[in-house]
């Protein structure tokens, strides 16, 4: 079952009073710079902060009570895991979070904090799936995928309904794009509010499965990427792909180089943090890749996490 | 002549059309940390990124046409120089700058960018002085003091009047002190106000010169001030001091490490940048110096500029 408007609306519905309406930031200076009027979506002040608290509300709230009571479980090391803990914590339901041995104590914390019970495993997608497999059949809990499921997708959607409420008048809507649950909610919203805005997905170069998927036709796993964005190393998945495939107008790529340069141009004019991923489509401004002259541009900023002790910019040691 | 009420509120109507509102930010984290209810005044958001826009820009539209012909100067290598650039730009007159020649490139960039006439000198707050004397004297230009000179306090005063008008149920009202001219204008704007309001000052334990003043009852000059928080290195000067004293409840220290852990967690936290000084206020709160359980207390983020290669939590090379 594809994904609509009305499941995303009815997603809004089911979480708004659990996640936060992230403000929209302007900047008369990045403005200037790029000649257009640019709205930035702060989902990284968004609650766990990142939009993955929209997807993971949504697929936890939207279970029978039957279903909760055995729990939900995913293998993530990202934002993911965080929100599934906190949304579980919400509806009082036990979180099982797969998370690879050498995932940093920062993340094994922010899903603790939450109440997620920790399963670690060897840090392979093998030993994840497999693990995350036998939790699932051993608990009954229900599988929450981190995109490639409509429950998810449909919460994502919601940033781009809030978006355009607050901005009716955008021409343009920029959304990174890795595993395409965020990209293909907000696709689908986008297009269905407003048929003229035109969908743009951008991702790293180092990681352009869904460049290339998008060209081919067909989806082309990811292999070996290679970005800072950590967010945005996974593949299309067969539910996400097709709504990409139908709403989006185009999907650019950006280097690294311009990834670090429109973070630290964020954060130092307008003062906020962004995580890597969430640098992505501004960066494609950086590259000058969209005519986007005199247009009114929305750029979805999808998180703030990160370790704040290993800056992309930082001068090497030694 | 001393700050009232009366002329913080011209202020405010002077400059409200020139500098930006800031948000009023809260965090469900910190709140339950605190176990208090914190409100979080961000000036890092404010134009050229610290309040400094507010008391340089009334400064300024308080000229006289005559005087205002004639251009205004100042000395400062910090957020004062390129607020009081910004003010003359706005009002389409010179604004001559004296500089340190050892003033990063940032911070002379930050002034150029807006137009001010840079006048490089010695380092020494001699050369500083007697370059801007000259320059007083040579163009009949009006000199803005960065803090003693209660045009600008006025304006500094109004981060105040918007924050009660935004949270009217403030118990307390925490600020930085450095030479005062922010502190003054909060105390006398909060004060006035809400006479129960309790006001204060928070000061790095490096730099101190406020709070032995405070004791004393008479201004001690800061001698060779070590902090982290540059913006709060001067001394108190008369026309600050005595608002200062009538005003304010209570001066606190913190030290080094509390200011950087502060400044840490507001970025990890609420994901916004904020410089050292503005962590100030924020670290009383987690040295535990301050009566404020379930109480509501307002907190100043002064400013957010820093120079982001060198984090004060970088680990050393080496």
Redesign the interface.
Known sequence: MGLTLALIREAHARIKDKIKRT?VLTSATLDAQARARLFFKCE??QKV?AFKARGATNAVFLLSDEEARRGVATHSSGNHAAALARAAALRGIPAHIVMPNNASRAKQAAVARYGGRIVLCEPTLAARESTCARLVADTGAALIHPYDDVRVMAGQGTTAVELLESIPELDLLLCPVGGGGHLSGVAVAGKSLKPSIRIVGVEPAGADDAYRSFKAGHIIPSVNPQTIADGLRSSLGKHTFPEIQRYVDEIVTVSEESIVRAM?TI??VM????EPSAAVPYAALLEDKLNIADKRVGIILSG?NLD??T?P???P??
């Open positions: 403000p990284n002040f902060g630290r954060w130092e003062k906020i943090i962004i703030g704040l002790d800056l910019w930082a001068k040691c030694g």
